[in-house]
């Protein structure tokens, strides 16, 4: 399995912020970083628990659903 990354541009009162999102299959490891003008403001890891599953994809298709809500919780947090 491969790691899985996500990219997204959010405006935030008035300021512009691209989100990276990616896994590190190998440290078991999700990492969100925010830049503002090609610059690093902030960079949060989260701990996945990796697990097989018997289902062909499965493992693949939960990591898909934790990068994803742990993307969204950053963004949620930023926007508060």
Known sequence: MADIGLNQNVTIRGRQ???QTA???EDGLIRTEIFEKGRMMF???HSYERRQTDKAG???NRLRLSLDQF???I?????I
């Open 17 to 19: 912020y691209h989100f």
């Open 23 to 25: 896994t590190n299959i």
């Open 43 to 45: 960079a949060q890891e």
């Open 58 to 60: 499965g493992e693949e």
């Open 71 to 73: 993307h969204q919780k």
């Open 75 to 79: 963004i949620s947090n930023i926007k």
